[in-house]
């Protein structure tokens, strides 16, 4: 009883601290039991194991942001964090940053396929294309969940605490790390050596980049819809349209470019947003 006390009084004085270290918890630990600590790295996770292992990904996001918010804020909190879904109601203009993983995936293989046609889109390459539109649908659903308790939790609570860009660099370190562990599990025995490269290059420096730019979103519309199309504008592209069949080597170099288009895009929108901020106040000429 004491140490449920504790911990209760350790989420109601830190709650975004508590919903990071309960999401990684829950996550790592369920992928563990699921695939065996012998099965940590060996990358070959059955179809069963994936679907259970994605399975926990959710509860560890999306499950332990409801169950704190219904813990600290009740059924009157549990609304105000659903009613974001609902807000879609803003300026058409920032529907437009939706654009910004297909673009950079077209411009980035557009570019690669000039040095070999294996860069093609995977979606253009594949005979079952069914099959990749159904991967499409299930992981999109998945960024729905996840965003409910990245955005709909972590940043709700810190949001007018920090900056855009402080604030993104936060969530967005602890969101890529978190894949960590379903990232080893999966492709430590793909990429081999080039794993370190690899992770830094696909998972901890993109997605912290857009991570940036969902928090910038949010903090302007306040709409957990937006974010949740933002991610869904992510994963399931880059899952659709990443080329296959490519080396250790091919695919970190895809990934590579990927992540240095993604952060200019991210850099140019910070330089912007650092300006208009910077603009004097001009009164309106009555």
Do not use: N
Request: with cysteine.
């Amino acid at each position: 009883m004491a140490i449920l006390l504790m911990l209760r009084s350790f989420i109601q004085r830190h709650p975004v601290a508590a919903y990071f270290v309960l999401a990684y918890l829950v996550t790592w630990g369920a992928i563990v039991l699921i695939v065996g600590p012998q099965g940590v790295g060996r990358g070959t996770i059955t179809p069963p194991q994936f679907m259970l292992v994605w399975t926990a990904m959710l509860l560890g996001s999306g499950g332990v942001g409801l169950l704190l918010t219904a813990l600290l804020e009740g059924r009157d909190g549990l609304t105000r964090l659903l009613s974001g879904m609902g807000r879609w109601r803003v300026s058409g203009w920032w529907y437009a940053p939706l654009l910004i993983t297909p673009l950079t995936v077209g411009v980035v293989l557009a570019v690669l396929s000039q040095t070999s046609p294996r860069f093609t889109p995977g979606i253009v390459a594949a005979s079952d294309k069914l099959s990749l539109v159904i991967l499409f649908l299930v992981v999109a659903f998945g960024t729905f969940v996840e965003e409910l308790g990245w955005t709909g939790f972590a940043t709700r609570r810190r949001r007018g605490q920090a900056s855009f860009l402080a604030l993104g660099l936060l969530v967005g370190v602890l969101w890529s790390a978190w894949h960590f562990m379903g990232d080893f599990t999966g492709s430590r025995a793909a990429y081999g050596d080039l794993f370190v490269p690899h992770f830094l290059a696909f998972w901890l420096v993109p997605l912290t980049a857009f991570r940036i730019l969902i928090v910038w979103v949010y903090t302007h519309t306040e709409s957990l819809l937006l974010t949740q199309l933002m991610h869904a504008s992510y994963s399931p592209f880059l899952f659709v349209l990443g080329p296959t069949g490519l080396s250790a080597g091919e695919s970190l170099t895809y990934e590579a470019a990927f992540t240095v288009v993604l952060c200019l895009v991210t850099l140019a929108v910070v330089a912007l947003e650092r300006r208009r901020s910077m603009r004097p106040f001009q009164p309106r000429a009555v």
